[in-house]
């Protein structure tokens, strides 16, 4: 008997099977959880039906998060489909790939608003469009990443905005706390997805996080959709409004142990 028998997640953000949103659609699948999936744009849908056959789920419907349009749209398709739902997952963040390097302060306005548009407030509007689909006991979930908190060198805009996103999770909780419904964030330490591809910087990032981590490991993507399984599961009833680090201990560390 899986711990999500008889719930219901849709997951948005599935871009390949590298995704992070595909480790937390499996770990959910595993443990007995009826799947939706929502994908960015047409560019993505043959993948996305691809992947979602491997776990009889037939609910793939495409939402870009720019547009309050279609988020209502898959909001009323999934309450037809599914009548309510239990969960939600938000694995969406984006940026111009060129405010990802250089100084901070070379952000243009338009940068700026994009990056808070995807990566900060789709998670508030998806809240408010699922809002009356959203069952008692349900929870909500989107990913963060330490650059938020500390600086991480060309993460720039993405920090700023993944901060906002982290308060937006406590605003959330607190909205959601009287109808039952818990809302969390995983923070990943760096996983080689689609979206970590394109940072230059990455590689070397990636190679010195498993050296500097207590636990010295990567994180994969099964990690995190375990984390998530428990955030997202009568496991976790009494958290709501918390980011937890999924991040092999790294965010602990002040200073960094010598490396022989
Ligand atoms: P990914 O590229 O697989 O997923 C990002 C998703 O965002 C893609 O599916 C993309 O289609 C979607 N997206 C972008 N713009 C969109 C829009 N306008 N409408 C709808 N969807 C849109 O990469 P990922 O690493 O799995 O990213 C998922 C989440 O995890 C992001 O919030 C990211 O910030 C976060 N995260 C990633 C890492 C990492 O190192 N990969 C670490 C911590 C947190
Ligand atoms: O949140 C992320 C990825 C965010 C992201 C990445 C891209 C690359 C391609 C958002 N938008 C875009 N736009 C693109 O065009 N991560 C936590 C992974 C990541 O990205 C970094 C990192 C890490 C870690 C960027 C710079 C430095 C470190």
Redesign the pocket.
Known sequence: MGILEGKTALV?????D?????GIIQAFHQHGARIGI????EA?ERRARTLAEKINCNFVEP????SDEQIQQVAEKAAAAFGSIDILV?????ANRDELSGPYYNTSRAGFHLAMD??VY?FTALARAFQPLIRPGGAML????YGSEKVAPNYNV?GVA?AALEASVRYLANDFGKQGVRVNA???????????AGVSS?KTMYRRFAELAPLHEN?T?EDVGNAALFLCSDLASRTTGEVLFVDSGYNIMGIPEPVE
């Open positions: 948005f953000g599935l871009a390949n590298r995704s992070i949103a595909w929502s994908y960015a744009g993505l939402c870009d998060v720019a938000h694995a969406i963040a984006f995807i990566s789709s989107t990913l963060t990443y993405m993944k995983i923070s990943a330490g760096p996983i080689r997805t689609l979206a970590a990455f994180v993507i």
